[in-house]
């Protein structure tokens, strides 16, 4: 059970490219989002989904777009990188089940730097 | 808007020692709140989460009281060690996923 798994570890990128941040959960959950980090502050939600097919927007989606095609994986795409983009990037899973809070599992972290 | 604040940034403890780290809330609406500790380089660790409905819960080690009358959160850390030391988030939510997460308290641990 590898749990909440995020890749690439590390990125760097030009201003105007794209990419895509990857995440997979392997705990069979219904609920998966995004958040980012930045320095010296809590996080912050971009996106999240409650199950396949599903997706809405966090506190801060300007720029993010996500889909969820399977339970398993979430992957967050930026389509023209900015230098405010420029954080540490979260990936969160958590089961619906019994509809009330449950604890959230979080990945190891993406650190972008966008020049 | 609704946020959820630390008070202190910075809070340096002895080994050994307890350890309080408070947060100030505002959203009313919010039914749980929960505590995270992150260590450098690492995502989010769930600590401890308290529902609204209650006013303490104990863990190892940790124990999270809530005031809903002054809508303030804290953490107590007993007998504080080295592993203790890292960036301690509250985190409050009104719904099953949503998060809103507090600034961020930076523990350090001294022998």
Request: neutral net charge.
């Amino acid at each position: 059970n590898a749990g909440v798994t995020q890749t690439p570890k590390f990125q760097v990128l030009k201003t105007g490219q794209s990419m895509t941040l990857q995440c997979a959960q392997d705990m069979n959950h219904e609920y998966m989002s995004w958040y980012r980090q930045d320095p010296g502050m809590g996080l912050r939600l971009i996106h999240y989904s409650v199950g396949a097919g599903i997706t809405d927007q966090g506190e801060v989606p300007n720029g993010y777009n996500v889909s969820r095609s399977t339970t398993e994986d979430f992957p967050l795409r930026l389509l023209s990188a900015a230098p405010s983009q420029t954080s540490v990037y979260f990936c969160a899973s958590t089961s619906l089940a019994g509809g009330l809070y449950n604890e959230q599992f979080f990945g190891p972290g993406t650190r972008l730097t966008v020049l | 808007g609704e946020s959820v604040g630390l008070h202190l940034p910075t809070l340096s403890v002895q080994e050994g020692d307890n350890s309080i780290i408070n947060c100030a809330y505002s959203n009313s609406a919010s039914d749980y709140f929960i505590w995270y500790k992150q260590e450098s380089g690492k995502g989010p660790q769930f600590i401890i989460d308290i529902r609204s409905n209650m006013d303490k819960r104990q863990g190892q080690r940790v124990t999270v009281l809530l005031n809903k009358t002054v809508k303030h959160l804290s953490l107590q850390i007993a007998a504080t060690q080295p592993g203790d030391s890292a960036v301690y988030f509250c985190a409050e939510t009104d719904s099953w996923g949503k998060l809103q997460f507090g600034a961020g308290t930076q523990v350090v641990v001294t022998p």
